[in-house]
């Protein structure tokens, strides 16, 4: 348990679906993150949310929408998806977003199939 | 650009030691992370090195080359529990703030 929970743990979803990722941190951090995780591929950041505010977006397609409603959650809302989007989705948190030494908590991820 | 390098698998011995290089080349540097993924799970925090040198942690070290752009990832006394995949990360100061890049892991396969 990293204190870093992501549901749901695996999301079927046909491409004209709409559905929600959602993460909760258990740490007092104040940074938060959504990476992608496709196979034989590097761990991809998509958005970073400091104190609650979007202080980084990865130039990631707009059927990815995120959310932060305050410092504990995050969510990510998807809508019209392609199959190529397919992969696991990592939630993370920090205490901060800009310390050198900063690491991070991951969540164990949504594995995300779109068909 | 950016570019992280690390062999894509590599297998292992029980009890033995085993090395997992790591090359990068990034615009900044401001520290680099080694993470243990298992199968399934969620990456955790193995090392942070932002020095030249070797840093020990029980049966884990990491060492780092600034000058070379060199890190390795060297376990002993290897268990079958540290079969997993294991990821190099730098923390790149790019043009308006600094950003982890990952690479695309190491999977480590142990035989008993």
């Known amino acids: 348990e990293t204190g870093v929970t992501q549901t749901p743990r695996h999301l079927v979803m046909g491409m004209t679906n709409k559905k929600s990722l959602k993460c909760e941190q258990h740490l007092g951090h104040n940074a938060m993150y959504w990476y992608k995780q496709s196979a034989k591929k590097p761990l991809e950041l998509m958005f970073v949310?400091?104190?609650?505010?979007?202080?980084e977006n990865n130039s990631v397609p707009s059927r990815f929408s995120p959310e932060c409603p305050n410092s504990s959650h995050l969510f990510l809302h998807l809508h019209t998806l392609q199959p190529e989007d397919s992969a696991l989705y990592l939630c993370?948190?920090?205490?901060?977003?800009?310390?050198?030494?900063?690491?991070?908590?991951f969540g164990s991820g949504t594995q995300l199939s779109v068909l | 650009g950016q570019n992280i390098d690390q062999p894509t698998e590599m297998t292992a011995t029980e009890g033995a030691i085993v090395q997992i290089n790591c090359t990068y080349q990034t615009s900044g540097f401001n520290g680099l992370f080694w993470y243990q993924q298992h199968a399934g799970e969620a990456p955790t925090f193995l090392s942070y090195n932002v020095l030249d040198g070797l840093e020990e942690k029980g049966r884990f070290s990491s060492f780092l080359s600034r000058s070379k752009g060199y890190s390795y990832l060297l376990l002993k006394e290897l268990q079958m529990k540290d079969s997993a995949s294991y990821l190099c990360a730098v923390r790149d100061l790019g043009n308006r703030d600094d950003k982890i890049i990952f690479g695309k892991g190491t999977r480590l396969h142990i035989l008993p």
């Open positions: 949310y400091s104190l609650e505010e979007r202080v």
């Open positions: 993370a948190s920090s205490q901060d977003a800009g310390a050198p030494r900063e690491k991070l908590f």
